[in-house]
């Protein structure tokens, strides 16, 4: 088989069935990634799937430098809890408790 090379991978094509604003998170399933633009329902767009980035904390959680970080879709926020949520990457910052946002390294 040879390979074909396609792209970089910083960004990558997405077309979402619904408009994803500027800035959100896009659930792939097995890792997120962030819109790079506004992208309208059933029109291809980029998604940012590398870089560091301030996301919604769950309320009253610590979350360790270094720490596993997972995206709940549900309440569109990230938490160190594993569980059924999605892989989002690592905190590259300590986020205390009161903290309303947590740097997240993307898994890409």
């Known amino acids: ?13 997405y ?6 604003s500027f800035g959100s998170v896009v659930n792939l399933t097995t890792r997120i990634g962030i819109a790079a633009e506004d992208i309208p ?17 769950a309320p009253s959680e610590s979350i360790a430098l270094g720490a596993a970080v997972y ?3 549900e309440s569109d926020h990230i938490t160190a809890t594993q569980g059924a949520n999605v892989p989002a990457g690592y905190a590259v910052q300590k986020a205390e408790t009161e903290d309303t946002t947590v740097l997240v390294k993307l898994l890409g």
Request: a negative charge; proline letters at 3%.
């Open 15 to 20: 077309t979402p069935e619904e408009t994803v």
């Open 41 to 57: 329902a059933n029109t291809k767009g980029s998604v940012q799937m590398e870089g560091v980035f301030a996301l919604t904390k």
């Open 1 to 13: 088989m040879n390979a074909v090379y396609w792209q970089k991978g910083e960004t990558l094509d």
């Open 71 to 73: 995206y709940v879709a």
